[in-house]
C-alpha cells in the first residue's frame, strides 16, 4: 500500500512543471448528451433517462474553473408515467494535472433541481401531473481530450447528484449522470 501512495505522489509532482507551462483557459462553453439513472420515489424502479447538458467554465488558475452546469432527462414508462428532470447547479472544477491532450478533472456543484411525474389518463381517471423541486449536489469527473487550442471533447464524464423530490420524509435519491459533451474555447489566458 505504502508503494501505491509513493508512486501516485510522484505521478503527481511530476505534473507540477506541466502546471507552469499550461495556459490557464479563457471562457468555455459546451453541449452533449446525458445518460441519468434514477431511482423513482413511487414506484422505487430504476429508470434510464436520455437527456442533454449544458456547460460553461470560466479558468480562474491553471487548476481552478468556476463551472456552471444545466441538464434536462427524460423517461418515458408508458402506463407508469413520464418523468423529467432538470437541474441548474454552480461551483469549482479541478484540474489535478492542468491542461494537456488529456486532461483528468474533478467537480463538486450545488444548485437546485426541478422535477416532474405525470401519470397518463386510465380507467376512467385524468391525466394527473406532480411536480417537485429540491436542493441538489453533484460530485464526479471525467476525462477530457483536447483536439486543438478550440476545440475539447469530454470523453467521459460520471457524477453522483443528491436530490430530494417529490419526498417530504427526507430521504435523498440518488442519480448517477454519465456525459459526452463538446467544449468550445472562446479564448485562452
Do not use: C
Not at 456547460?55 to 408508458?78: H, P
Amino acid at each position: 500500500m505504502k508503494k501505491f501512495w509513493g508512486i501516485l505522489a510522484l505521478v503527481a509532482l511530476s505534473g507540477v512543471p506541466a502546471m507552469a507551462q499550461s495556459p490557464t483557459p479563457g471562457l468555455e462553453v459546451g453541449g452533449g448528451y446525458t445518460l441519468r439513472v434514477y431511482t423513482s420515489p413511487f414506484t422505487a424502479q430504476r429508470l434510464f433517462m436520455n437527456g442533454w447538458n449544458g456547460t460553461a467554465e470560466y479558468g480562474i488558475k491553471r487548476w481552478l474553473s468556476a463551472a456552471v452546469d444545466f441538464d434536462g432527462a427524460y423517461a418515458d414508462t408508458g402506463l407508469n408515467g413520464r418523468y423529467s428532470i432538470y437541474t441548474a447547479m454552480i461551483g469549482p472544477q479541478i484540474y489535478p494535472l492542468g491542461h494537456r491532450k488529456f486532461t483528468l478533472f474533478g467537480h463538486v456543484l450545488v444548485g437546485g433541481g426541478y422535477a416532474r411525474y405525470r401519470l397518463p389518463a386510465s380507467g376512467g381517471f385524468p391525466i394527473t401531473t406532480t411536480g417537485s423541486d429540491s436542493r441538489t449536489y453533484e460530485a464526479g469527473g471525467g476525462l477530457e481530450y483536447a483536439r486543438n487550442s478550440r476545440w475539447t471533447i469530454r470523453l467521459v464524464e460520471a457524477d453522483y447528484e443528491g436530490s430530494k423530490f417529490f419526498n417530504s420524509g427526507g430521504t435523498s435519491y440518488s442519480n448517477y449522470k454519465y456525459r459526452f459533451t463538446i467544449i468550445y474555447h472562446f479564448s485562452k489566458k
